[in-house]
């Protein structure tokens, strides 16, 4: 056996074998390795896609809470505003209520005033009778003693 054309047969098989990897293995493994490396980029990307509407939903997110903030401190303080002037709105009915009640009462006061009055024009015109009565001793009928109490009331 002669070593060179071992090694001449083996080099030969190696081209072989590398011309064949070349050729049908090598392409294979390219494109799978760049398919991968694809699919990493695409990752990366929707990562970094992913952080960039995390951070969009956050200000987005800030901005709507201080939007509501305002609006929800803008309702409080109508809130308010109604409430006082309901509170006011009652007061003023209260208060009509009460000069209402008060001029109701100071009428009912004058009528039992003017009641009181008429009862004790009739209690001295009577008694003044009684007392005339006496004085002349003598008795006076209904008829003139009702036209004499009419008579003095009107005078009194």
């Known amino acids: 056996m002669n070593i060179n054309l071992t ?3 083996q080099m030969v098989t ?3 074998f590398v011309w064949f990897c070349m050729k049908f293995v090598w392409p294979v493994i390219l494109s799978a390795m760049e398919e991968r490396q694809e699919k990493i980029a695409e990752g990366l990307a929707a990562a970094d896609q992913a952080i960039q509407d995390l951070a969009d939903a956050k200000s987005s997110v800030t901005n709507q809470m201080q939007v509501a903030k305002k609006e929800a401190a803008g309702i409080i303080d109508q809130a308010n505003k109604r409430a006082a002037q309901i509170i006011e ?4 009915q209260a208060m009509e209520e009460g000069d209402r009640l ?3 009462a100071r009428a009912d006061i004058q009528q039992d005033v003017n009641r009181a009055k008429e009862e004790l024009r009739g209690s001295v015109a009577e008694l003044v009778l009684v007392g005339a009565e006496k004085v002349l001793q003598k008795s006076v009928d209904d008829s003139t003693h009702r036209e004499l109490v009419d008579n003095l009331a ?3």
């Open 7 to 9: 090694l001449f047969g």
């Open 102 to 104: 008060r001029q109701a």
């Open 154 to 156: 009107q005078r009194l």
């Open 89 to 92: 709105d009652a007061k003023m």
């Open 14 to 16: 190696f081209a072989i």
